[in-house]
C-alpha cells in the first residue's frame, strides 16, 4: 500500500525571491508548494521604505504564474536610519509584516545593515510597542571571531542585550545551525521564536569540505558540526511550537556559485517538501511535520494556518531536479545527497 501523507498546504517564513529575471524565473517552485512566505529584503538596493515594499510586493505578484495561490508577506530591511514611525504605518497597513536585521557585512548583500544596535533602539521599541516581529540573521562580524562561532557570539553579546532592554519585543531567530541557538530558544519564553531550513536539517560541515569543496552547500551561517545539526533536527521534529520551516531558499547562478569568491545561499524551494519528510520520517517524527512546515510559523505570526491541504507520497527515490534556467544563468537545485522518497503529489 502506498504511505501518503496530508497536511495543511505549508509557509515558507524566510525566503529569497530576489528581482528580475531570477524572480520570474524561481517564484513558481515556491508558490506551487507554498501559501505564503516572508520575502528577505535584501536586493541591491535593499527594500528599506514602506514605498520599496510596495513596489517590491507588486512585482512579485506580477511575477507570479496564473491561477498560483501564493501572498507575499513583505519585510523591511532595518538600517541605522529606519523611521520607526514609517516601520509602524506600513506595518498598520497590512503592507509590511516583519523588519529584518541584519548586522552589517554578515551576508549576501547586507552591506547597508546594522552596525551600532543603539542606533535603532527607538525601531525595536516601537517595534514591540506595535507587536512587529523582528527576523534576525543572528550572527557577528568581527573579524577576529571564527565563522563557525559567529551565531553563539551573537546570541550571547547582542541578541539577548536586545531582547533585555527591550521587553515584549516579538523576535524570530532565523536560520538556526546550534545547538547553543536551540537551547537559548526553548529557554526564551514566548516572545522568541526560530526558523529551521532544509539543508541544516540534512547537511554539516564536511559536506561542504570532504573530498573537495562543494560551493552547492555553502551557505550562510555556516553548516556546523554533526552534533549541532542532531539540534537541529531534535527541536524540530521534538513538536516544540516555536520553531518553524524558513528554507532560507537563496538562489544565486552556478557561474556565481562556482567561482573562486562564490556566494552563499543554496536554492532548495523546489524540493524541500519532500526533503522535510523525508528528515522527519527517518526521526520517527512524520506526524509533526505538518506542526514544523505549516501550523507553528503562523500561530507564531498571529495568522490563520491555511484552509488548503499538501499531500505527500512515498514511492522511489526523488530525483532532483535539472538546473532552473534563468535569465542571468543557470541555478543549481539543493540535493542533499541522499535518497528521497517522497514526493509531493497534491
Ligand atoms: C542569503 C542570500 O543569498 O541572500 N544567503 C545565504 O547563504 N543564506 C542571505 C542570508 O540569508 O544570509
Ligand atoms: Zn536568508
Known amino acids: 500500500m502506498t504511505q501518503t501523507l496530508t497536511l495543511r498546504r505549508p509557509d515558507d517564513w524566510h525566503l529569497h525571491l530576489r528581482d528580475g529575471a531570477m524572480l520570474k524565473a524561481v517564484l513558481p517552485d515556491t508558490a506551487r508548494d507554498f501559501a ?8 541591491v538596493p535593499p527594500v528599506v521604505t ?24 513583505m519585510t523591511l530591511y532595518l538600517t541605522e536610519t529606519t523611521d ?14 516583519a523588519v529584518k536585521l541584519y548586522p552589517a557585512g554578515a551576508t ?20 514591540a510597542e506595535a507587536g512587529i516581529p523582528l527576523c534576525v540573521h543572528g550572527e557577528v562580524t568581527r573579524p ?8 553563539a557570539v551573537f546570541i550571547e553579546e547582542v541578541l539577548d542585550p536586545i531582547r533585555t532592554r527591550t521587553p515584549g519585543l516579538r523576535v524570530v531567530m532565523e536560520h538556526i545551525t546550534t545547538a547553543d541557538a536551540c537551547a537559548y530558544l526553548r529557554d526564551g519564553g514566548e516572545t ?51 520553531v518553524f520551516l524558513g528554507t532560507d531558499s537563496a538562489p544565486h547562478t552556478q557561474a556565481n556559485k562556482e567561482t573562486a569568491c562564490g556566494c552563499a545561499g543554496i536554492y532548495s524551494a523546489p524540493v524541500t ?5 523525508q528528515v522527519f520520517e527517518d526521526a520517527g517524527a512524520l506526524d509533526r511535520l505538518e506542526a514544523f512546515a505549516s501550523l507553528n510559523g503562523p500561530a507564531f505570526y498571529g495568522m490563520a494556518p491555511n484552509a488548503g491541504t499538501m499531500t505527500l507520497e512515498k514511492g522511489e527515490p526523488l530525483e532532483i531536479p535539472a ?19 517522497w514526493r509531493v503529489v497534491g
Do not use: W
Not at 36 to 43: W, Y
Not at 144 to 150: K, S, T, V
Open 36 to 43: 505564503r512566505a516572508i520575502i528577505m529584503p535584501n536586493l
Open 50 to 73: 514602506a514605498a520599496d515594499a510596495a513596489a517590491y510586493r507588486d512585482r512579485i505578484r506580477a511575477a507570479l504564474p496564473e491561477g498560483a495561490d501564493f501572498t507575499p508577506l
Open 84 to 97: 520607526p514611525a514609517d516601520v509602524v504605518a506600513a506595518h498598520a497597513e497590512g503592507l509590511v509584516t
Open 108 to 127: 549576501t548583500n547586507s552591506d547597508s545593515g546594522v552596525r551600532d544596535m543603539r542606533k535603532v533602539q527607538p525601531v525595536f521599541e516601537a517595534m
Open 144 to 151: 577576529e571571531i571564527d565563522i563557525f562561532d559567529r551565531e
Open 192 to 242: 522568541l521564536g526560530a526558523t529551521i531550513t532544509t539543508h541544516h536539517l540534512m547537511i554539516n560541515r564536511n559536506h561542504i569540505l570532504v573530498g573537495g569543496i562543494r560551493p552547492h552547500y555553502y551557505c550562510l551561517p555556516v553548516a556546523k558540526r554533526e552534533r549541532h545539526r542532531e539540534a537541529l533536527v531534535d527541536l524540530a521534529t521534538s513538536g516544540f511550537d516555536r
Open 273 to 277: 517538501m519532500p526533503c522535510l519528510a
Open 323 to 341: 538546473p532552473l534556467a534563468t535569465g542571468d544563468g543557470p541555478v543549481i537545485v539543493f540535493d542533499p545527497g541522499r535518497p528521497v522518497l
